[in-house]
């Protein structure tokens, strides 16, 4: 069997383009990520290529599905990652994993870390006022007692020397936050859980060993990928593009899409309390440096994109300013297209004459008004040299409880070559 048959024996992915169904397979059941891609959907454009590619790349890495798929497959990945847990998610999964000198790591970092369980590490850690009990009018992500212990394993893992092996132990840390919390993560951001004060304690120490077994069970698979090496490039894709090289053939990715998902406020569980966000200020950068898909745009953008149906569209929602639920909308859908479109851009320059770019994008709705995002995408990519080959629905999202909450929003798969 090749090295993406052994990985995904006998897995079979329920819907196509999402994560659903990964819970139990090796490697993208180290971290449950939402956004993910099905890695036979990576394989499925892979093979669909009417020119087997030698080089892929993905300026959205996310939780990695497109680079670990392609290293099974036997291609050299190249991504980008802005999000800092993100990026050594993806890293964890494609570096080569040392499965003894892991298990040592791991018994020596649950030692170390039951030896350093002091209410003092609750200081050593300022984290938000709503992070910690007593939080904020009562309500608080971590009880007290559990926030002492992830720090003993936050402190024991920051005095690991390998580098490797404090990325793979962040990683288990990083998947046991939410469920070590009082609240619960879905499309739409954070909530509590249902009775969350009367709630059982978890037990830290067993979820990350669990964590940790998960690991050790899948690191020798990573001796049947067919391509070992990886570059990882760190940062906002639309200034680390100019660090990758010409030559992609195949260029596979889905961005965050225009529907004011705010990728920093969704992962900031995990942001703060790994210590990847210090204060407020790393925040904002962060947040400035992510796609503009969420609301935190300024209201003066000027809106200079050539396309008739996004002007449509812009001008139709700023009419209705007042009645969306935030008046930024309008910008927002405006420095979305100018951000996409420059990642698109710049791919494209560095795509070889027959190479493509397979774009997953979702279209949104605020009050009734549709955005169709490879529509819009089709009427910006000539003045580019680029043109749209293909579009294909691959599943229905639902739109948001405001707008009927119906499976009315195509996500779809928008495959984009040079002129010929
Ligand atoms: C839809 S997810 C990608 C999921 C990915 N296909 C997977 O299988 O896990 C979009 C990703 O883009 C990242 N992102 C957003 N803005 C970015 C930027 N300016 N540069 C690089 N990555 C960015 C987000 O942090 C998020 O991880």
Redesign the pocket.
């Given at each position: 069997m090749s090295g993406v048959d052994t990985w995904l024996a006998g897995w079979v992915s329920p819907v196509p383009t999402t994560n659903q169904g990964t819970e139990e397979l090796g490697f993208q059941r180290w971290f449950h990520?939402k956004?993910?891609?099905s890695p036979s959907f990576v394989l499925s454009v892979i093979k669909s290529q009417p020119i087997p590619p030698k080089s892929i790349f993905?300026?959205?890495?996310?939780?990695?599905?497109?680079a670990l798929t392609s290293q099974f497959y036997g291609i050299a990945p190249t991504v980008?990652?802005?999000?800092p847990f993100?990026a050594d998610l993806t890293e964890a999964k494609l570096s080569v994993i040392d499965a003894a000198n892991l298990l040592h790591k791991k018994r020596a970092i649950i030692r170390t870390a039951k030896s350093l369980r002091t209410p003092e590490l609750l200081e050593k850690y300022p984290m938000p006022p709503t992070f910690i009990e007593p939080g904020v009018k009562g309500r608080w992500l971590f009880d007290r007692e559990v926030a002492i212990q992830i720090f003993s394993y936050r402190s024991a893992i920051e005095d690991l020397v390998d580098e490797n092996i404090r990325r793979i132990a962040t990683v288990v840390l990083g998947s046991i936050l939410v469920e070590a919390s009082n609240a619960v993560v879905n499309g739409k951001g954070r909530r509590y859980r249902r009775n969350w004060q009367s709630r059982e304690l978890p037990d830290v120490d067993s979820l990350v060993d669990i964590a940790f077994s998960r690991i050790l069970e899948d690191a020798p698979l990573t001796e049947r990928k067919l391509a070992k090496k990886y570059t990882l490039l760190r940062g906002?894709?639309?200034e680390r593009l100019k660090d990758v090289d010409d030559g992609l053939d195949l260029a596979l990715?889905?961005?965050?899409y225009p529907n004011s998902f705010d990728?920093t406020d969704v992962y900031n569980i995990e942001l703060w309390m790994l210590g990847y966000l210090k204060d407020h200020n790393d925040n904002r950068v962060l947040r400035s440096?992510?796609?503009r898909s969420h609301v935190q745009v300024r209201r003066n953008f000027e809106f200079n994109l050539e396309s008739p149906t996004l002007k449509e569209v812009y001008e139709k929602l700023t009419k209705q300013r007042d009645q969306l639920w935030d008046a930024r909308i309008p910008e927002m859908v405006g420095a979305y297209f100018e951000d996409l479109i420059h990642i698109i851009d710049e791919t494209g320059k560095r795509l070889t004459k027959s190479g493509r770019i397979e774009l997953v994008v979702g279209d949104s709705q605020y009050k009734g008004i549709h955005l169709p995002v490879p529509k819009i995408l089709e009427e910006l990519l000539p003045e580019r040299n680029l043109r749209v080959l293909a579009k294909q629905t691959v599943r229905s999202m639902r739109s948001s409880a405001q707008q009927g909450g119906k499976l009315n929003l195509p996500e779809s798969r928008v495959t984009i070559g040079h002129h010929p």
């Open positions: 990520f956004e993910a891609f993905d300026p959205f890495s996310g939780s990695g599905t497109t980008i990652e802005v999000n993100l906002d894709a639309r990715f889905s961005p965050p990728y440096q992510t796609l």
